[in-house]
């Protein structure tokens, strides 16, 4: 009998949220992200679920877009990122891989290559997330000079990236929206602004293309509730097995370090996944976990292969019933909220040891 863990992907679930996704974009075009290994879930078949319904894919860099091309994905894919290397300029002509221009060094290299065919690039600006992106002062110098190269196609788009559209109450998305009206409205290209966050609870940031990533796998990247993310449907539900049951009596600890101590005769079941199979080791005491369907909570400190749980209120737990640690019944970030992180982590961090298996095709 094989270790009982599983991450679950259920593609109908997929294709539902990129149905709610396309709804939100209106007549934008819809390009869907599938960097870090589809944020855990599995790169070739989340791509391939995805392609029919999409415009574009797009990947962290380029050996992520060659793992796709190599599983018979044809859609065109971007590299947020762009370019590492000069070399990989000619691989991209080939491969109709689109290239994030971001920098000099990327944009002296565009210029200066002969390649097959000239590619679709997309010009990124920043406005406030300050990790990528030429300054608005730069960016008509770097469009004028994608423009004049005959290594850039004409279906050059403009972009940038917000860093607080979780936050309907931050300002900050509205300054960015301004900053990147004010640069680009001149500039005759096609206009991208909006994540997830973005699609969700900014309309006016939508433009000619939207980027949904997290969305699509179902969780809400929001602060707060909000009504367009209210039908998504959890596309990874983790499972695991309680593998043995014991009863501690008032006053015993459980666990390494002893962090968490009986305040009543216990009943502790032994779930067999850990921070060596994904699951959080930050994850709190208390933490939900739902064993046969029901919430108990996390007792003690995460191990590598197991955790512990109080079923004390849980009638007849046994050996092998089914545990849930996120997922369809669970949401992420409720879990993610217990271990002091987002759900983007949890999926991502997720180990290959845990087999992904797909429970409902799209
Ligand atoms: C440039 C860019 N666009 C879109 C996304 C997708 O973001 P999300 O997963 O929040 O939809 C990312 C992810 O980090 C990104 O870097």
Redesign the pocket.
């Known amino acids: 009998m094989a270790r009982p863990n599983q991450a679950l992907l259920d593609l109908a679930a997929l294709t539902h949220n990129l149905g709610i996704a396309r709804n939100l974009a209106g007549s934008a075009q819809v390009m869907a992200?599938v960097?870090a290994n589809a944020?855990g879930h599995g790169a070739t078949t989340i791509a391939r679920a995805l392609e029919p319904g999409v415009d574009a894919l797009?990947v962290a860099c380029i050996e992520e877009a060659l793992e796709l091309r190599e599983a018979g994905i044809d859609a065109p894919i971007l590299l947020?990122e762009g370019i590492f290397e000069s070399d990989e300029l000619a691989i991209a002509a080939e491969q109709n891989f689109w290239l994030?221009v971001e920098n000099e060094q990327q944009l002296a290299w565009l210029e200066q290559a002969r390649l097959s065919a000239p590619i679709t690039c997309w010009l990124?600006i920043d406005t406030g997330m300050r990790r990528?992106g030429v300054s608005p002062g730069q960016a008509h110098d770097f469009y004028q000079r994608l423009r004049a190269s005959s290594n850039c196609n004409n279906e050059l788009v403009v972009?940038t990236?917000f860093a607080s559209a979780d936050d309907l109450a931050s300002n900050q998305t509205n300054e960015q929206l301004a900053e990147f009206e004010m640069v680009t409205q001149s500039m005759n290209a096609l206009r991208s602004a909006a994540?997830?966050?973005?699609?969700l609870g900014w309309p006016a940031a939508r433009y000619n293309w939207v980027?949904?990533?997290?969305?699509?796998y179902g969780n809400s990247?929001m602060a707060a509730a909000h009504t367009n993310a209210r039908d998504l449907k959890p596309v990874m539900t983790l499972t695991s097995a309680v593998v043995s049951v014991r009863d501690v009596a008032a006053g015993e600890s459980v666990g390494y370090g002893a962090s968490w101590r009986a305040q009543r005769p216990s009943r502790i079941a032994t779930v067999t996944v850990g921070y060596g199979d994904g699951y959080p080791r930050l994850a709190a005491s208390g933490t939900p976990v739902l064993v046969n369907g029901q919430r108990a909570a996390l007792a003690g400190r995460v191990s590598m292969d197991m955790i512990t749980v109080d079923v004390s209120d849980l009638s007849d737990v046994q050996i092998g019933d089914r545990v849930v640690l996120w997922g369809e019944g669970l949401p992420l970030a409720e879990v993610a909220a217990c271990a002091g992180t987002i759900g983007?982590e949890l999926t991502t961090r997720m180990h290959m040891r845990t087999p992904r298996v797909v429970i409902d095709e799209a």
Not at 211 to 216: E, Q, S
């Open positions: 992200v960097k944020y797009a947020l994030t990124k990528l972009y990236h994540n997830s966050p973005g699609l980027r949904p990533g997290y969305m699509l990247p983007y």
